[in-house]
């Protein structure tokens, strides 16, 4: 399996304009995160789906940030529009969900840089 | 509610010398516990996960990590560190009872000198 996919790797973008990064999860896993890594507030959730659905998008930092996931096989994430603030690194995971406790695999990353 | 503490920001260990990373955990029932690592530029790998059982769990790499109820800890371990285990080290746990998504600690960076 190629693992999480992730694109790009990496944005340069100015701010105010439309940012999309975009994942492949591992077929056949049915649960999805993104998160975002920063130095200064390290590893945060950013949303949660479940079978497609979004379960928990509590760490959304507001109304610029969107994220969908249209089929089992593919997710968005949408910052609309961008800021300097935004700059850090997006990461995608999938696991397999039954109720225990399921082992997370992360994408390589989008390193986003917002000027 | 769920919590997790990685109490040191960096560990510092000269290889060949045995490594530990902290990490201690808040739960109202019963935890399911994770390590994984963080390689400069890549994303977080999985280690090891304690379920339950053995407190002793062995992972990747050669790490292992012990599981006490009591004082609340799940600490990373590796008897003979190698330069190469240099990264970012992540402790996460998650209520079996509770959220289905887990909680991270916030890192813990091991440098090993050669």
């Known amino acids: 399996d190629a693992g999480v996919i992730q694109s790009p790797r990496h944005e340069v973008t100015e701010m105010g304009q439309e940012v999309t990064l975009r994942c492949k999860p591992i077929?056949?896993?049915?649960?999805l995160f993104w998160y975002r890594q920063t130095m200064m507030r390290g590893l945060e959730l950013l949303i949660y789906f479940n079978n497609n659905v979004p379960i928990d998008d509590s760490g959304m930092p507001e109304d610029r940030f969107s994220a969908k996931m249209p089929n089992a096989s593919f997710s968005t994430l949408k910052i609309q529009p961008s800021e300097p603030r935004d700059s850090a690194v997006y990461f995608c995971?999938?696991?397999?969900?039954?109720?225990?406790?399921?082992?997370?695999?992360f994408g390589p990353g989008t390193r986003l840089l917002v000027l | 509610a769920q919590s997790v503490a990685q109490p040191e920001d960096q560990v510092n260990v000269a290889e060949g010398n045995p490594l530990t990373v902290k990490c201690t955990y808040s739960?109202?029932?019963?935890?399911?516990l994770f390590w994984y690592v963080q390689y400069p530029n890549r994303g977080l790998q999985f280690l090891l996960k304690y379920i339950t059982g053995d407190n002793l769990v062995k992972g990747s790499y050669g790490f292992e990590a012990e599981f006490n109820k009591s004082q609340t800890s799940f600490h990373l371990k590796k008897p003979s560190a190698l330069v190469s285990d240099s990264a970012l080290y992540f402790c996460?746990?998650?209520?079996?009872?509770?959220?289905?998504?887990?909680?991270f600690g916030r890192g813990t960076s091991l440098i090993v000198h050669p």
């Open positions: 739960v109202s029932g019963n935890p399911y």
């Open positions: 995971a999938s696991s397999f969900f039954e109720g225990g406790a399921e082992t997370q695999y």
């Open positions: 996460a746990v998650r209520d079996a009872g509770g959220s289905y998504i887990p909680t």
């Open positions: 077929s056949g896993h049915n649960s």
